[in-house]
């Protein structure tokens, strides 16, 4: 019998609940596209009416006057990774939240404050860096994250094929590049059920490798091929 999973509705937003330095003091006219808004009182005093959906997903927690005394990076390269974070662990309407937030995955309470992300993260070393949880198990937090490549993350997935060879740990795309053979011919070792051992010891045959289909192989000496004489449509060797 299949399990049901159940995934259990925000709480309500109501009056006097608290987002970051947002407070909910009273009921907005909903937006021309019919989302409903709040009327909010920043920590400074200032007010504002703020969409609800925002309000969930976090990505509004203060007016604009403190978010520039706070950080001042709202359109730097950190900003865009860290929204796009919260949305995927805490907004359901967001498409990657059954693979976040569905899962469990979460983001500490410290780091909903950008300011307090940035200093833990440091500067994005550059626009192909983003967010990297090393225990993808666990949710977002400084002991857990840090910048990487799409490369570098590639080999950190879930579904990676791990193997141990003089008690060293790596993944298939790993070993591939330590000991020259093929990701392919690694995995469909794996799937053969072979010994980690035997996978990353045995050479590949290259003369039957698919990577050489197609190609000219050199390492199989071909017959001397003797031209057929004049007036012979074959060559000798065709009439043996």
Known sequence: MPILEFTLPPLPVQVGHVYGRWTIIATAPSSSAGNPRWMCRCE??????????????????????CGKKTHGLRF?????????????CENPNHVAYPDYGGRGITVCERWHDFAAFYEDMGPRPSMKHSIERADYSLGYFKENCRWATDLEQGRNKRNNVLLTLNGITKCASEWAEVTGLTYGGIVS????GWSDERILTTPIDLRFSHSTAGKKRTSVAEPER???????????????
Do not use: I
């Not at 959906?53 to 604009?64: E, G, H």
């Not at 070792?189 to 053969?192: A, D, E, G, I, N």
């Open 189 to 192: 070792r794996k799937k053969l």
């Open 76 to 88: 730097s390269p950190e900003h865009k990774p860290w929204v796009s974070m919260l949305q995927r």
């Open 44 to 65: 400074c005093g200032r007010e504002k009416s703020v969409q609800q959906s925002t309000l969930r997903a976090k990505t509004s927690t203060q007016c604009v006057s």
């Open 226 to 240: 003797r031209p057929a004489p004049r007036g012979l449509l074959f060559s000798p060797d065709d009439y043996e």
